[in-house]
Every structure is written in structure tokens, then in C-alpha cells.
């Protein structure tokens, strides 16, 4: 018995993009949903801006190697270090973050160095992810640095991760295979 084509070729089949569009964004609505829901009932960020390319990623094209879940994984886990690290190498772990006491210089510094060495690594791995580098531009900058923050950035990572790939697979489409 022949496999069932998956629900995202089944609305691409047409001539109109309104299938695929519809598809993407009723996932992302729900991922992101899911996410923002955990987040209230916690009191933590669970819903954060690098979590909205990743789950366009996921749905809007899933055949890219970025849409991969070790690629989302990697990468924001990447981004996540980078971030930490370059706060602190610049000194700016006790600053106000850059949105509030104003961009300085160390700021850019820390934001412009996590992004390259999150490049970097990402490029080297073969893993790429570029949601990864707002991921590292929100901790470089200050924006979310206290432990409890990381660890639901985390956890928001997993989630949405296991939760876009669940739904793609479960709606047949799978991401594209590993390399």
C-alpha cells in the first residue's frame, strides 16, 4: 500500500500558495502557543523572539537542513553559550541590558563577538541554524541572563523543538535527513 502523501505536499499540490501558507502558520500559531502557555503557568520566558524564525523554519520549509531538529538543537545550545560567554568576558553580567541602559560599546562588542563565534561553530559542525543568532544576541545583550531565564530558554528550545517536529511528522512530512 502506497504511503499517503503528507498533509503540507497535499496543500502544496495546487497552484495556490494559500495551502502551505495556512499549514506554516496554524503550526506556528500552535507551537508557539504551547510555548507562551507553559511560560504563564511558570512566571518565565518561555516565548522569546529566536523561537519565531525556528518554528517559520519548521513549517514553511521543512526540507531545509536548518529545519533539522539537531540543527535547532545545536544551534540554540550554541547560541545560548556564546551568549553567556561573551556577557561575562565584556563584564556586563551586572549592566542593565543594552535595551535599557542604552547600547554602549562593550555591548556591541559582546552581541557582534557571540554571533561570529556562534557562526563559527555552527558553520564548522555543518549544523546550520541562523535563529541561533538571536538566540545569542538576547543573552549578549542582556536581555535574558539570570539562570532560571537560561534554563526556560532551554526548555522553550526543547519544546518547541520536539513539539514542530512531532506535528510535521505526525502530519507525514519529515525534515530533511541528517547528514
Excluded at 93 to 109: E, F, K, M, W
Aim: net charge positive; proline share 11%.
Amino acid at each position: 500500500m502506497p504511503l499517503k502523501p503528507s498533509l503540507l505536499k497535499r496543500v502544496s499540490s495546487g497552484r495556490s500558495a494559500l495551502g502551505p501558507a495556512a499549514y506554516a502558520a496554524v503550526l506556528s500559531l500552535v507551537v508557539l502557543a504551547l510555548a507562551g502557555v507553559v511560560g504563564v503557568a511558570l512566571h518565565l520566558p518561555w516565548l522569546f523572539p529566536s523561537l519565531g524564525p525556528t518554528v517559520m523554519l519548521f513549517f514553511e520549509s521543512p526540507e531545509q537542513p536548518a529545519a533539522r531538529p539537531a540543527n535547532t538543537l545545536i544551534g540554540h545550545l550554541t547560541g545560548l553559550v556564546m551568549g553567556v560567554l561573551c556577557l561575562y568576558a565584556f563584564g556586563l553580567q551586572d549592566s542593565p541590558p543594552a535595551p535599557v541602559g542604552g547600547l554602549t560599546v562593550l555591548y556591541v562588542a559582546a552581541g557582534s563577538l557571540s554571533v561570529a563565534l556562534t557562526t563559527l561553530i555552527l558553520t564548522w559542525l555543518r549544523k546550520p541554524h541562523p535563529p541561533a543568532g538571536a538566540t545569542t544576541l538576547i543573552v549578549s545583550l542582556g536581555i535574558l541572563t539570570t539562570p532560571p531565564q537560561l534554563l526556560s530558554m532551554a526548555g522553550a528550545i526543547l519544546l518547541i523543538t520536539a513539539a514542530g517536529w512531532g506535528l510535521n511528522v505526525l502530519l507525514g512530512t519529515r525534515p530533511a535527513p541528517a547528514e
